[in-house]
T-cell receptor
Framework: SQQGEEDPQALSIQEGENATMNCSYKTSINNLQWYRQNSGRGLVHLILIRSNEREKHSGRLRVTLDTSKKSSSLLITASRAADTASYFCATDAFGGGADGLTFGKGTHLIIQP | DTGVSQNPRHKITKRGQNVTFRCDPISEHNRLYWYRQTLGQGPEFLTYFQNEAQLEKSRLLSDRFSAERPKGSFSTLEIQRTEQGDSAMYLC????????????FGSGTRLTVV
């Protein structure tokens, strides 16, 4: 079953603008990860944030985590056409162990040139 | 070895036939996962191997599904007596037990049951 929900389900913005996606989850976690998926392809790992971290940066990506609200956000700054993809948050309850990652339904991001 | 390899990329089969997919993980990774993804949904966990041992199976994995990872290297996922509801993308991922990080996913095998 899906652990959480991404919001919005779809987002369309102009190239150069910032894109923000949110993720909510239900159970306690060890870490939360964000992945990107281009149409018909596998998933690419973007960033991992541990449960004791509040914010993390990687290039144009910024991720926040609020464990009290069981929510996370992914910000992509200065968006590019190549950022068009679906973005998924995934929670890791046992440190990458037996249950693997639990994914949300994703946000479909379209960057218009 | 630059990533996780899955074969075939696409498979079309008639209902009732058996199919087998293969996954070659990153050689240093001792954890291997199978996921299933349907259109508009996120991947759903199917099963997990640590080395050659299958340690967890989802309720989604009916008796028609079986997975193996002989010698802790490549893995196969077999679906017997396929049904139209089995049509999906089957994704394989690997990770390291000793290093906290994200999973490396393969490009998936898209199964269409007609």
């Amino acid at each position: 079953s899906q652990q959480g929900e991404e919001d919005p389900q779809a987002l369309s913005i102009q190239e150069g603008e910032n894109a923000t996606m949110n993720c909510s989850y239900k159970t306690s976690i060890n870490n939360l990860q964000w992945y990107r998926q281009n149409s018909g392809r596998g998933l690419v790992h973007l960033i991992l944030i541990r449960s004791n971290e509040r914010e993390k940066h990687s290039g144009r990506l910024r991720v926040t985590l609020d464990t009290s609200k069981k929510s996370s956000s992914l910000l992509i700054t200065a968006s590019r056409a190549a950022d068009t993809a679906s973005y998924f948050c995934a929670t890791d309850a046992f440190g990458g162990g037996a249950d693997g990652l639990t994914f949300g339904k994703g946000t479909h991001l379209i960057i218009q040139p | 070895d630059t990533g996780v390899s899955q074969n075939p990329r696409h498979k079309i089969t008639k209902r009732g036939q058996n199919v087998t997919f293969r996954c070659d993980p990153i050689s240093e990774h001792n954890r291997l996962y199978w996921y299933r993804q349907t259109l508009g949904q996120g991947p759903e966990f199917l099963t997990y191997f640590q080395n050659e041992a299958q340690l967890e199976k989802s309720r989604l994995l009916s008796d028609r599904f079986s997975a193996e990872r002989p010698k802790g290297s490549f893995s196969t996922l077999e679906i017997q007596r396929t049904e139209q509801g089995d049509s999906a993308m089957y994704l394989c991922a690997s990770s390291s037990l000793f290093q906290l990080g994200g999973y490396t996913f393969g490009s998936g095998t898209r199964l269409t049951v007609v």
